[in-house]
């Protein structure tokens, strides 16, 4: 599967390397005051460079004229000054740049988990979530890499590349000219390097997103892992995705080392030529012999900044690569709100009309047809074999999917009309699978909108779900922490919690999905009691297996293969002796001794 997508990224065709890079270079803007000491910073550096060329060629002539006195003091302080500057200039250059880094990859990662939260519920439908975290995560320190360690040498080793070019044209622009013809030979060669590397650093980031996959599933699924003997399986699967990842490093670690030795090897034919001619008389009879070894000196030393500039293009590609990760997920389509209609209080009339409904990844309907009315106040249980379509059905209420065709209105308006948090705002939500959050148990109850709710609001709460009795019971009350998704209490005390959290919201639409699945028969007839207290004046959407927990709902419809095939009371559905009858029978129908 790594190898497919691999394969599909590379045959898309993506903007340039330098394009995606300078709109990286736009999240500098909030940092400029750092940006320009770094740059500051890396001219001092830079300047230095050409100074101890000159300052060689001063030495060498006073040497050769003999005027070694008069330069005894001048000579030591200038080497002094010259490193003091060159020091000054490295701090400036590489703290202040680590500074503008940092300050984007936060940027990066905000604007990323800002992204996150607004894309359509499809989306995380069709990407595991070690993918994801591996975007949050590896892509955005690879882009660290590349603005720290990159732009520190792009900019202090091409600063010094330009001083001392620019000395040596001042010295003997005849010998400088052969000297640069080498130039576009090493351009091709670091061309060739950079699609290579941008190439290889895609596979390594889909590698990475399958080493993180394989064990966050492992992490999640450790119970399961262990119970039913999945350890080799999963150990060979994460040697797998491993492995991958290796490949393609060591691809990359190979392109970068044979790219540097051939640079300076090109280097040395250029230094070979160079002194060949300078050695002529013709061309040097002109020049000193400071003049001389300052030029080959200042040649010589433009080999370290050069090897180092097409060094970090590795680095460079890795985070080009990376930003190009990132920038199309910020670039994705976020979750239509195309209404704008805002309301406090909805009345709770839900009608669905001739409505079908398919998920993007599928090809054919999930639901189809589907009609009916649920007067405000009513309860409406949804039952039927798993599969059905019933969570579906109501999920589509708060709008977590679009419609395929028909409609759906709420208050005799069509939901595409209401704003998205609006509309939300309105519905009470307990899903089958819970989904508490790492913090206190106070934090779950009041969540999001119920945030200022007083603790008198969130214990009535908690009483009203049942939950108070073992909240009390536990050393920090409401402030005990849950843990990563409620992993420290009991699936009946999540449950409870997630009960909770709904009563106290106080919606006028309520969509319990499974929400006593996860309790015991004692704790179920609590529950269902307050459940009955809640439900009173409000429009339910219930999704129960347990039959007995809806036979009093006003509305019941028996949901299969995505149709409506019945609906009616609880009395109306037995009377017709069809499928709910079917269904009641099988689930009270017990064995006797």
Do not use: C
């Not at 898309?12 to 995606?20: E, H, L, N, R």
């Not at 006028?508 to 439900?535: F, H, K, N, V, Y």
């Amino acid at each position: 599967m790594q190898g497919d997508i691999a394969k599909v990224e590379e045959t898309t065709t993506k903007p340039s390397g330098m394009k995606i890079y300078f709109r990286l270079l736009r999240y500098v803007g909030s940092s400029w005051v750092y940006l320009l000491l770094s740059i500051i910073g890396y001219l001092l550096y830079a300047a230095m460079e050409p100074a101890l060329a000159a300052l060689l060629k001063h030495i060498v002539d006073v040497v050769s004229e003999g005027q070694i006195t008069d330069s005894r003091t001048l000579i030591p302080l200038a080497i002094l000054a010259i490193f003091i500057v060159r020091g000054i200039g490295t701090f400036l250059g590489g703290y202040f740049m680590a500074k503008v880094a940092n300050k984007v990859v936060f940027d990066l990662r905000t604007s990323m988990f800002d992204k996150l939260v607004l894309l359509p519920s499809s989306y995380f439908n069709s990407i595991p979530t070690g993918r994801l975290l591996a975007k949050l995560t590896y892509d955005t320190e690879q882009v660290i890499g590349s603005i720290t360690q990159a732009a520190r040498v792009l900019l202090r080793e091409g600063l010094t590349v330009i001083g001392l070019l620019g000395y040596m044209l001042y010295m003997n622009w005849r010998l400088s000219i052969l000297f640069l013809l080498v130039v576009p030979i090493i351009g091709l060669v670091v061309s060739y390097a950079s699609k290579r590397f941008r190439k290889l650093s895609t596979r390594i980031q889909n590698a990475m997103g399958g080493v993180t996959d394989v064990a966050s599933e492992a992490i999640k699924g450790q119970e399961v892992v262990k119970i039913f003997g999945g350890t080799e399986y999963e150990i060979e699967r994460f040697r797998l995705a491993a492995e991958e990842n290796q490949r393609s490093q060591l691809k990359m670690e190979k392109t970068k080392f044979l790219n540097v030795p051939i640079v300076q090897f090109l280097l040395a034919i250029s230094m070979s030529i160079l002194i060949w001619f300078a050695l002529s008389p013709t061309i040097s009879a002109h020049m000193t012999s400071g003049d001389f070894i300052a030029f080959l000196t200042a040649a010589g030393m433009l080999g370290k900044p050069i090897r180092q500039l097409t060094d970090v293009n590795s680095t460079l590609q890795k985070g080009i690569a990376a930003s190009y990760s990132i920038f199309e997920f910020l670039d994705m389509k976020e979750e239509e709100n195309t209404g704008s209609v805002k309301t406090n209080h909805l009345k709770g009339d839900i009608e669905l009309r001739n409505m079908s409904f398919k998920y993007p990844e599928s090809e054919s309907l999930t639901l189809k047809n589907i009609s009916l009315k649920l007067p405000a106040g009513k309860t409406l249980a949804l039952v039927g074999r798993s599969g059905g379509g019933k969570s579906t059905m109501a999920n589509l209420i708060p709008r977590f999917y679009n419609i395929e065709s028909g409609e759906i209105r709420i208050d005799d308006l069509q939901i595409e009309n209401y704003e998205l948090a609006s509309l939300r705002s309105n519905i009470a939500l307990v899903n089958q699978q819970v989904v508490l959050f790492n913090g206190t148990i106070r934090e779950n109850i009041a969540y999001g909108y119920l945030r200022e709710s007083t603790d008198e609001e969130v214990i009535a709460a908690a009483k009203a779900a049942n939950a108070w009795d073992f909240i009390q019971d536990l050393d920090d009350g409401l402030n005990t922490m849950v843990g990563e998704n409620g992993v420290l209490l009991s699936g009946g005390q999540r449950q409870r919690i997630a009960i909770a959290r709904a009563i106290l919201k106080n919606a006028p639409i309520l969509i319990l999905d499974e929400a006593t699945s996860a309790l015991d028969t004692e704790s179920e007839r609590a529950i269902q009691t307050a459940l009955d207290g809640l439900m009173q004046n409000r429009t339910t959407i219930a999704i129960a297996h347990r039959l007995s927990t809806i036979e009093n709902a006003d509305i019941i419809a028996v949901v299969d293969k995505g149709e409506i095939i019945e609906q009616g009371s609880h009395s109306e559905l037995l009377a017709k002796n069809g499928a709910y009858a079917q269904l009641h029978s099988q689930q009270f129908s017990e064995p006797t001794d």
